[in-house]
């Protein structure tokens, strides 16, 4: 069982729908991430947040809007999707940079 | 993002014998470096680091090589099992300590 959790682990939503998804970890550390993996693809950095600050958005349509209410949780907002974004989202977070990131199992979202 | 790959898109092993799985990366400055290993369904799981003051590090059953002349980076895995059977990324920092960027993935199968 992994360490970081997320919520819903499949989600099927239309292209007008509003979604969310959820990352919750509770080991202290102060960087979460949010990534975006294709089948048979590496996951793809999408966002990075820093002592819940985001710190790093690698040009990412803004119908995704990420969200850390707190250090335990990751949230990413979903608006206006389209069926190419269907994928696995996965979450991970780190003691600080140049530490191994921890991952969710993901979520596997289908835009219809 | 940066530009990490890897050399095999895909490798069998006969259940005994070693692995070798190898990653190239272009960003001479990257200064940390990690495996990781992704089964079906679920998250990337981490196998072992090193930084760039190293060339070499063991872990159990796991080497890994780093060699920054040729920017190559290898995993070994020793006495290959049916269960070290999956798809494994290389990741590397990027210039700020906390983009991960991942390789295009070896997809390991072990033949009982």
């Known amino acids: 069982d992994t360490e970081v959790t997320q919520t819903p682990k499949h989600l099927v939503m239309g292209m007008t729908n509003k979604k969310s998804l959820k990352c919750e970890q509770h080991m202290g550390h102060r960087a979460m991430y949010w990534y975006k993996q294709k089948a048979k693809k590496p996951p793809e950095l999408m966002f990075v947040y820093s002592y819940e600050k985001l710190s790093i958005n690698e040009s990412v349509p803004s119908r995704f809007s990420p969200e850390c209410p707190n250090s335990s949780l990751l949230n990413l907002h979903l608006h206006a999707l389209q069926p190419e974004d269907s994928a696995l989202y996965l979450c991970?977070?780190?003691?600080?940079?140049?530490?191994?990131?921890?991952f969710g199992n993901g979520t596997r979202l289908t835009v219809t | 993002g940066e530009s990490v790959g890897l050399h095999l898109p895909t490798l069998s092993v006969q259940e005994g014998d070693n692995s070798i799985i190898n990653c190239a990366y272009s960003?001479?400055?990257?200064?940390?470096f990690i495996w990781y290993k992704q089964e079906s369904g679920k998250g990337p799981q981490f196998i072992i680091d090193?930084?760039?003051?190293?060339d070499k590090r063991q872990g159990q059953r796991v080497t890994v090589l780093l060699n920054k002349t040729v920017k190559h980076l290898s995993l070994q895995i020793a006495a290959t099992q049916p269960g070290d059977s999956a798809v494994y990324f290389c990741?590397?920092?990027?210039?700020?300590?906390?983009?991960?960027?991942f390789g295009t993935g070896t997809s390991l199968t072990v033949i009982p």
């Open positions: 960003n001479s400055a990257s200064d940390y």
């Open positions: 991970a977070s780190g003691w600080q940079e140049n530490s191994p990131l921890h």
């Open positions: 090193i930084r760039s003051n190293m």
């Open positions: 990741a590397e920092t990027g210039s700020t300590g906390n983009q991960f960027y």
